[in-house]
């Protein structure tokens, strides 16, 4: 509900100023058809970097022990975020994907979800435990995650690309925004980077084919091994 108030709101504003929102893909039907799952690649683009984390529980946790057994699709967001095609989309493209896997026995149990926070400073444990309530399917296996410190929390961002940019206020205190880019990484079990999405790109018609894609080509991997 706090997703959608918040969507609402978002468009309020930005027609009372007069702008045009162009909502990013991810939120309609994809406006082509995909290529089907397997009969494409998805070669690695890098290895995933491990990191101190902290659960909604506020137990701390390395990154790499999420990423240990099962796909993954980690987004980078903060909660407080009011950009539309921005960690809205993030977590609205994700929510999606649940909802196909947890229709999807053969695969609900071999994909992870991970929303990690990059605003320490407001995401607390407690906050992004009250933020998952809006996203989490009790039969899926997400996690939303914040670390403890900008020490902590730097390393990580800068091992996976993620810029982000605080905005200050004039008296110098962190105004609560900033500025940023989307990413989503698509991790597979060996931990390498599968796939990167953007904006323009995030949809869960092509996640969930680019899942179906990695696990085929693990499967026949482990096949041609036997």
Not at 52 to 63: E, H, P, Q, S
Not at 66 to 74: E, G, H, I, T, Y
Not at 86 to 97: E, Y
Request: hydrophobic share 40%; aromatic share 8%; net charge negative.
């Amino acid at each position: 509900m706090r997703k959608v108030l918040l969507l609402v709101l978002t468009l309020q504003v930005s027609l009372a100023w007069g702008e045009a929102v162009v909502l990013a893909p991810g939120y309609g039907e994809l406006a082509y058809e995909p290529p089907a799952a397997g009969t494409y690649s998805l070669p690695s683009l890098g290895t995933a970097v491990d990191g101190r984390v902290l659960d909604g529980n506020g137990k701390a946790l390395n990154l790499y022990d999420l990423l240990d057994d099962r796909l993954v699709l980690m987004g980078f967001i903060y909660t407080h975020c009011s950009d539309v095609n921005g960690c809205p989309l993030a977590s609205h493209v994700m929510k999606k994907v649940q909802a196909r896997l947890v229709a999807l026995p053969e695969l609900r149990d071999q994909v992870r979800l991970v929303s990690l926070s990059f605003d320490p400073e407001q995401d607390t444990p407690e906050a992004m435990r009250d933020y998952a309530r809006h996203f989490q399917h009790e039969d899926f296996d997400w996690r939303f995650m914040t670390t403890d410190s900008e020490t902590d929390l730097q390393p990580i961002l800068d091992g996976y690309g993620q810029w982000r940019q605080k905005l200050y206020r004039e008296d110098g205190s962190y105004s609560g925004s900033m500025a940023h880019v989307l990413r989503v990484y698509l991790i597979d079990r060996d931990k390498r980077i599968r796939n990167i999405y953007s904006a323009g790109f995030l949809h869960p018609d092509t996640v969930v084919n680019d899942i179906r894609t990695v696990l085929m080509e693990a499967t026949a991997v482990a096949e041609g091994g036997r």
